[in-house]
């Protein structure tokens, strides 16, 4: 079964506008992945988070961690229409287990 | 640059036709991970090497099976393709199992069942 699972499931922005996308788990984890893939394409890293970390800063990309509420979101802030893409989120264990994806739609 | 390359970015086979998709890396990465991810789903783990060990998902049907001869080569081979088969194939490498690492794609090959 999946372990991630993304909400929502797609999204609708404005150029400009801040985007955030959240990603909820079932057990415990070591640390939590974002994948962003672009259509027809392989997934590429954009950040990992730790369970022991709270939040995470990379570029225009800021993540949250909250291992209370097994959740964790994604904002991009500043959004640009090359920001259009799927993003996944990936849980750690064994393998990783990714969720279904938040489809994101940056307009010009 | 050192990437994961996947041959050929599409496939066409006829259904019940045996087909082999090709993955390759230079970043000399001991893991290496199949992919199946269908339109609008998540990609879904089929199997992964860990150097010459393999490792098969439980759910993975018996239809698809892999080979690594070597660091820097893994196949893919569907025996029987069936319709519900067609999906976009993706290889993934990271330097050692666990936590922590993080996955390198190639771009994926799609396959299509005729």
């Known amino acids: 079964s999946q372990q991630g699972e993304e909400d929502p499931q797609a999204l609708s922005i404005q150029e400009g506008e801040n985007a955030t996308m959240n990603c909820s788990y079932k057990?415990?984890?070591?640390?939590l992945q974002w994948y962003r893939q672009n259509s027809g394409r392989g997934l590429v890293h954009l950040i990992l988070?730790?369970?022991?970390?709270r939040e995470k800063h990379s570029g225009r990309l800021r993540v949250t961690l909250d291992t209370s509420k097994k959740s964790s979101s994604l904002l991009i802030t500043a959004s640009r229409a090359a920001d259009t893409a799927s993003y996944f989120c990936a849980t750690d264990g064994e393998n990783f287990v990714f969720g279904p994806g938040t489809r994101l739609s940056v307009l010009p | 640059d050192a990437m994961v390359i996947q041959n050929p970015r599409y496939q066409v086979t006829q259904f019940g036709k045996p087909v082999t998709l090709s993955c390759s890396q230079t970043?000399?990465?001991?893991?290496m991970y199949w992919y199946q991810q269908k339109s609008s789903q998540a990609p879904k783990l089929l199997f992964h090497?860990?150097?010459?060990?393999?490792?098969n998902e439980a759910d993975t049907p018996d239809n698809f099976q892999s080979r690594r001869p070597n660091t820097s080569f893994c196949f893919l081979d569907i025996r029987s393709p069936g319709l519900g088969d067609a999906a976009m194939y993706l290889c993934a490498t990271s330097k050692v199992e666990g936590s922590g690492e993080k996955l390198f794609f190639g771009s994926g090959t799609q396959l299509s069942v005729l």
């Open positions: 970043l000399n990465h001991n893991v």
């Open positions: 988070i730790r369970s022991n970390e």
């Open positions: 057990t415990s984890i070591n640390n």
């Open positions: 090497y860990y150097d010459k060990d393999f490792n």
